[in-house]
T-cell receptor, first 113, second 111 residues
Framework: NAGVTQTPKFQVLKTGQSMTLQCAQDMNHEYMSWYRQDPGMGLRLIHYSVGAGITDQGEVPNGYNVSRSTTEDFPLRLLSAAPSQTSVYFC????????????FGPGTRLTVL | SQQGEEDPQALSIQEGENATMNCSYKTSINNLQWYRQNSGRGLVHLILIRSNEREKHSGRLRVTLDTSKKSSSLLITASRAADTASYFCATVPSNTGKLIFGQGTTLQVKP
């Protein structure tokens, strides 16, 4: 198993540009989520999904959209990038809604100029 | 605001010493988890303790949970230089599936 994969690893955007961060898992996990990590802030939950077709907001959802058309994929869209969205983004998955271990991807480092 | 707060924010010890990190949270929980993050990498799950458990061990790790005080501690015994990393507690608030992280403790173990 590849586990949780994320692309790209690095990205530089200009203010106002849009892009999609890709996340995929091959473990048939129902639950997937996106976090951002800023220095000194730990990880903050952006959006999560408890299964295909179902998404919900986390702690800091503004400026981000998600969709879950398949069990495997959970892309994160930035519609109009802002410098405040400069961060490291982590995708994660786990087998079920209240199941134990969460598996993290390697992260995407995003800079918005 | 974040669910969990960790103390201390940074900890520096000598190899062989024990390291203790504390986590406090705000709401009732289903479980509390600890994760490790090496510099520039993703997070790795270390241990989970459920709300009806008081103590759990895994190798050199010992986790305690006091739900009356809404707090947990992670003890790493006989630390090694390879334990140098950031450690995060994360909670699953009751009746939710969200995993909410604290700000983390940065541990440096000097050889």
């Amino acid at each position: 198993n590849a586990g949780v994969t994320q692309t790209p690893k690095f990205q530089v955007l200009k203010t106002g540009q849009s892009m999609t961060l890709q996340c995929a898992q091959d473990m048939n996990h129902e639950y997937m989520s996106w976090y951002r990590q800023d220095p000194g802030m730990g990880l903050r939950l952006i959006h999560y999904s408890v299964g295909a077709g179902i998404t919900d907001q986390g702690e800091v959802p503004n400026g981000y959209n998600v969709s879950r058309s398949t069990t495997e994929d959970f892309p994160l869209r930035l519609l109009s990038a802002a410098p405040s969205q400069t961060s490291v983004y982590f995708c994660a998955s786990r087998p079920g809604w209240q199941t134990d271990t969460q598996y993290f991807g390697p992260g995407t480092r995003l800079t918005v100029l | 605001s974040q669910q969990g707060e960790e103390d201390p924010q940074a900890l520096s010890i000598q190899e062989g010493e024990n390291a203790t990190m504390n986590c406090s949270y705000k709401t009732s929980i289903n479980n509390l988890q600890w994760y490790r993050q090496n510099s520039g990498r993703g997070l790795v799950h270390l241990i989970l303790i459920r709300s009806n458990e008081r103590e759990k061990h895994s190798g050199r790790l010992r986790v305690t949970l006091d739900t009356s005080k809404k707090s947990s501690s992670l003890l790493i015994t006989a630390s090694r230089a390879a334990d140098t990393a950031s450690y995060f507690c994360a909670t699953v608030p009751s009746n939710t599936g969200k995993l909410i992280f604290g700000q983390g403790t940065t541990l440096q173990v000097k050889p």
